[in-house]
């Protein structure tokens, strides 16, 4: 890991991640192949095999960073979360590649293969804590389970990003007037199961 | 069975299909083998290959014949979409790999390929306009497209079929009491945002 930041150092490092990630986000865990992620990464399998254990564990590295990004990208604010949701929406309109990443794990790894300190697991504690503090302030109905809150907005905010075959057949589906309406409808959905409250600042606590 | 109607008949073509609806379901399409199909329905790669003319049409059939059953267990009720959800949900609770065997489609199969005649868009089509007819009959509030409540309640049902990996982390799981708030949550979040109509039977329209 520490190898050398000189000719086979930190660069060569972020190349082979920049290469994994859109490698599994095309194939899949099972269907990338190292060798293609060494050639786009300028280097050799030897190398990738340098800096990650093997295919599952560069997998596992590039999805836990992604979800860092996703995270930052879309700040969770427990007194906002229909704008939470509308925030996920259009990060993965713009990143439709980084949703498939993700999605590939969801089917490929089982929960029994997942580490205790999975990215994805730590990412889930740490909101459904940020939630349940919402809960006692006031700021959130304290009757739902934090993880069914968090479960729900994310499928209702990602209902587009999961459906790539049925966008098909709507005429005039790039057109802003639709986008702008499926944006609606989620943030619309997500309002009347968790309204935001009514003094929210839109700052993430 | 009955074993050979005559001897590469129509028990031949249910033995395939049920092989390959395991196989898909735990491999994905790319992942598929067509002699594991082969050797698990008792039958040859090229007798596979006769009824069916490739993996991606074999996989076609299964998962439209998958989605005419999920349509039959579940039975969309426009006037009580929350019953609508539950239902989904135990259907994939007591099915999770048939859940699987749908999602590995939305992943591997890109919207350019789908055919117009493709039973997912028809049964889409089919729903949408059911819910259509019940807009304009005053059992829905018109206000949303048809498409949007489709897709939204869809994505509430299956929230824990999605998250293979998350439910792990909970204590009790298994638990009737823990599966009972699970459902319990989605078929609140539905019902407030598509209330179930008060006179509802819980026929299907």
Redesign the interface.
Known sequence: MTATRDSTGADTRERIVAAATAEFAR??I??ARIDRIAKAAKTSKERVYAHFRGKEQLYRFVSGRELTAVAEATRMDPADLPGYAGRIHDYFTTHPERH?LM??????????D?PDD?P??QT??HKAEQLRAAQKAGGLDPD??P??VL??VN??A???A?????????PQQDSADYLA??RA??VS?VQ??FPAAEASSGDAL
Chains 1, 2 share one sequence.
């Open positions: 194939y899949g099972a269907g498939r999605a590939w794990g969801q089917l490929e790894l089982g929960p029994d997942t999975d994805v697991r889930l504690v739902w389970d993880l069914d479960v729900i499928q209702i990602t209902s587009w999961n459906q790539p075959g049925l966008a098909v057949e709507i309406a499926r409808a989620i959905a009347r199961i």
